[in-house]
């Protein structure tokens, strides 16, 4: 196999724009032999861009058809576990877009029967290929930060108006879309937090629902995490601010990251904060340090994300972002969303069966309604 | 009267840096006719330095000297109140070093004392001198920045080693200083905050306690805070990371002033967001705005401030730093170590005998643990 034979399914913004990109020749090692979509207008759209792949009606359909080797899936989120679980079954690989799922059980599920499966499963965490990032993320792992201190993330530029929300019925939806802020456009923001800065061990969140639109999710957030080493994050989004801000903060015993505005700043301390503080006899004095500054070109993250899946399947590559990671992200956000409605720390791992309850009652509420 | 007469009580780092600025010149409508310490060392340097005052070996002799006009307070935060209420009971105009007092029982009997007297009552918030921020004041307070929304103050820029705390035993102490870094350095940013920003309704805060230091109070904090009309604020001090951070974000229906690094950066929208929100038919757009950008000279506060006293008591001039404003910034603080004990929200106003009673307790436990 030289070419990886790949189906998307659903054609909505997402699906559509990976299809582009590689008809655009932007995935030399990759050909989509097939899409479905169950709204027949997504799918004569689709077949006009790429009339040479099979289209199909159902995800089922696509699975079972033999054209391909691995499943793209951009359906609205709650399906995301569901129709992965089903190629693995079908042994196809699978990359899926954020987040993993809606709740955490659904994707313990999904990892399950991926481990099982033993195909290559990828998540669609494209910002992982920004090097801002992956730079943060080395000086992190290297040990070149020291012992981790704080995080502090401003990441308030995911600005949405209402027309965004009123665009689809089941957008900012419990039942359709099973959140706001941090199920949508966040999850990548908050994967970059613990794969840079590693997992929290609980958090006590402060979500505003519907705070600047007509919806009934929450379209702002502040998380304060907590971590075994005492160390704290702060996390805040929103898609009601303009202009946003984005600004990523990370320090630790030996020195301090900030990534803003294409700028990686690092402060490397010549030595250990911890061992300065006890050692230097002026009380006013801080220890010193050296500054570095790195910027650099952001890449097209979707097309270098669905490039590294295809080597991965073709060659072995590693993945830049394996599909069991997408748990840690949504563990976050739905300790975030017990947090903020038990006005309440929150664990993590969460408490699977409050937060499914919850979701199911803020669902059937919404349905009701409605009628 | 053309100079006033100035009696400083508290011969330590900020009563002789005080001392010194007149000295020096900084200051020709004052004159330092007096000062007192309890620490016959303190005093003994004091009059090298200024052999033309009166030494006084207690506050209350130099209250009743006649010897001067004003008196200014730098002696341990407990005695702040103690000592202004005598001054007022003396017709003697009051400037006070930050904070107001410990508790906020006792900072309201002392402004109803300086009410009573009708003296000028100033305190020594010498950042509000800053042109950055009188900016921003002046921004927010006109209306510019619109409807607020939110506040993010990173203000880790306050590191003290050890050895500070070694410095003196009150130090670090809940029986001698009543905190840490809430009510030695940050009270000057949470004045800066409720004066820009306005005060919060309530807040839920996270102290970590002898975090990086061997001492009983607390060095590391996050603040949230929440407002009447939804606006909500982050800010995030320790005395325990180097190199820190001081970067204060706000923004509001109409933009976002940012300041850091001796900038004040101010994004202006042409139309409200929240009126762009509703009416804009791309889902994805963001409003448009102009960017304008000050820098100014930082001048010497305490100067500044000691200065605009002076001209209160001899023309009337109205006050940057009213004494009175000293309740909210300690409101605050106040307000953070009760949902930091019960890790839970706390009103404002505070409960003030439920603050009094956990203060009293440390601080005996404090005394105990030492004998």
């Not at 997408?326 to 017990?338: D, E, P, R, T």
């Amino acid at each position: 196999m030289d070419r990886v034979r790949l189906g998307i399914i659903g054609m909505g913004n997402m699906g559509t724009g990976h299809m582009k990109n590689v008809l655009e020749g932007h995935c030399p090692k990759v050909e989509v032999t097939a899409f479905a979509d169950i709204d027949p207008e997504k799918l004569e759209r689709a077949n006009k861009l790429n009339p040479d792949a099979k289209a199909f009606s159902s995800a089922d359909e696509l699975i079972a058809s033999g054209l391909v080797d691995a499943v793209l899936i951009a359906v609205p989120h709650y399906d995301h576990p569901t129709i992965a679980i089903k190629c693995f079954e079908h042994g196809l690989h699978v990359i899926t877009e954020k987040p993993a799922g809606v709740y955490t059980r659904q994707v313990r599920e999904m990892n399950a029967a991926a481990k099982k499966s033993g195909v290559v499963f990828g998540i669609m965490f494209n910002q992982r290929s920004n090097p801002m990032y992956a730079k943060a993320r080395e000086i992190v792992s290297s040990g070149q930060l020291g012992e981790l201190k704080r995080m502090v993330w401003i990441i308030t530029n995911w600005y949405r108006s209402q027309a965004y929300y009123n665009s689809g019925s089941w957008r900012a939806t419990w039942s359709g879309e099973g959140g706001g802020v941090l199920l949508n456009q966040a999850p990548h923001n908050l994967d970059l937090w613990q794969w840079i800065f590693g997992m929290p061990k609980r958090v006590r969140a402060f979500c505003d629902f519907g705070k600047y639109h007509d919806i009934a999710v929450e379209d702002d957030v502040t998380i304060f995490g907590q971590y075994e080493n005492g160390a704290t994050a702060t996390f805040i989004s929103t898609t009601g601010e303009a202009p946003g801000t984005n600004r990523l903060e990370i320090s630790g015993d030996r020195g301090k990251i900030v990534i803003e505005e294409g700028k990686l700043k690092w402060t490397k301390l010549k030595i250990s904060e911890r061992e300065f503080c006890y050692t230097v006899n002026n009380g006013f004095e801080s220890p010193e340090s050296e500054y570095e500054e790195f910027t650099a070109h952001e890449p097209s993250g979707h097309v270098v994300i669905l490039n590294n899946f295809a080597d991965a399947i073709l060659t072995g590559a590693e993945l830049i972002a394996p599909g069991y990671d997408g748990i840690n992200s949504l563990s976050i956000s739905n300790a975030a969303y017990i947090s903020a409605w038990k006005d309440d720390w929150a664990d993590i791992p969460v408490d699977e069966e409050f937060f499914e309850a919850k979701l199911k009652e803020l669902s059937e509420n919404e349905k009701k309604n409605r009628e």
